[in-house]
Each structure stands twice: as C-alpha cells, then as structure tokens.
C-alpha cells in the first residue's frame, strides 16, 4: 500500500506542531492548554518558570496541585464557568507581588463540544505599580490644593517612591533657616532613632551621610 501521502501529511503536522511549539517558548506570556480536569495537555516554558517547573514535568499533571488551595478553587471555579458558558473568562490576581492578567478560552471540538481551555497570562505587575503610582501622585496634588499640612505632604511624596523601590527606605530632610544644618520632614518606615540622629546634623564632608551628600 501506497503511504506516501499519509506520511507526508504526517511529517506536515510534526513540522507544524515544532514551529508552534517554538513560537510559545519564545513568548513571554504563559500559555496552557488543559483538560476540564485540570489535567495541562500542552504548554510553554514560560508557564512551567512561574512554578520553578519545566514544561515537561506539568504536561499530564493537574494544574491545581501547584497552586494554594485557595487559589486552586478559585481558579477552578473559572475554569468550570468557561466549560459550562463556552465563552472567554478574563481576570486578574496577584500572588507573591506578582499581579498576573488571565484570560481563558473555550477550544472548540469538530462537534461543538468544548474538552479544552487554552489559558492565558500576562505579567502586568509593572502596569499595577505604575497604576499606584499615579493614584499616590494624584494624591499628593490634592493634599497640596487643600492646603494639607508640610509633612502630611511629604509622607505622600515617599509613599510614591517607596511604592516604586520596595527595598527602599525614604525620608525628606529639611534646611534650617541658616542652610547649614538638617532637619527631619518626614519618614515613614525608618526607625525613630534614626530620624533624631539626623535632626539637626551639620552639613559638611565628613558629617555623616547625610551632612556629606547635602554638602555634596
């Protein structure tokens, strides 16, 4: 029997499934496709990295054994909504810093019947962060055309940046009236003993940090 063609139809999909396969590793969105199971039957690498996984080892597990429970059922939830109403479910969580948008897809059997979901997720995490920001800024303006009181502004001010550096500690340091010393205007995380220490500290090289960083 002639197989020829059969077999060139073959090599056609393998050839087709590689250079999909190559296009969602070189995504930097995770991309999954499981069953109404839960069960990952296809996916990219970068869905695996967000579980410290490879994509081999999730292919024929269940996605909700590598998730919190609650978040598991949650998730789970969502799932079955797209199973049972066949159309599209978007949302956004967050988990460990980490804000993730996910959308969810019916797939479509030849018969109609939806089996599987393709699900995918975005990191917007720097969008949020961007999105705090600007609330804080907004913020800020307001305290300041209300009239708001000096250090009532300036803890608004380092809540700005300390939203954008999370390892950061901030504070404001005002001049005296002769310019030749520090005076604490605001902090909000930094110890009290600290803030004291610098109150009142001469600007000059050699006078602390801070004193050399004014001077500076």
Known sequence: IDITERKLAEEAIRESNEVLRAILNASTESVFVMDSNGIVLAGN??????????????????????LPTDVAEARK???????????????????????????????FESDGQVKRIAVYGRDITERKRAESRDRKRT???????????????????????????????????????????????????????????IHGQEIGMGNGSCGTAAYT
């Open 77 to 107: 939830k969502r799932a079955d909504n797209v199973f049972r109403e066949r159309k599209p479910v978007h949302f956004e969580d967050e988990r460990f810093g980490v804000w993730i948008e996910n959308s969810l897809y019916p797939i």
């Open 45 to 66: 690498e970068m869905t695996a990295s967000r579980f410290g996984k490879k994509i081999a080892d999730m292919i024929g597990a269940n996605i909700y054994d590598f």
């Open 139 to 197: 913020h800020a303006f307001e305290l300041l055309a209300k009239g708001a009181s000096l250090s009532t502004v300036l803890e608004a001010i380092i809540a700005i940046i300390e939203n954008d550096f999370e390892d950061v500690l901030c504070s404001i340091l005002l001049l005296d009236e002769s310019k030749q010393h520090l005076l604490h205007g605001a902090a909000l995380r930094l110890p009290e003993f600290f803030n004291q220490a």
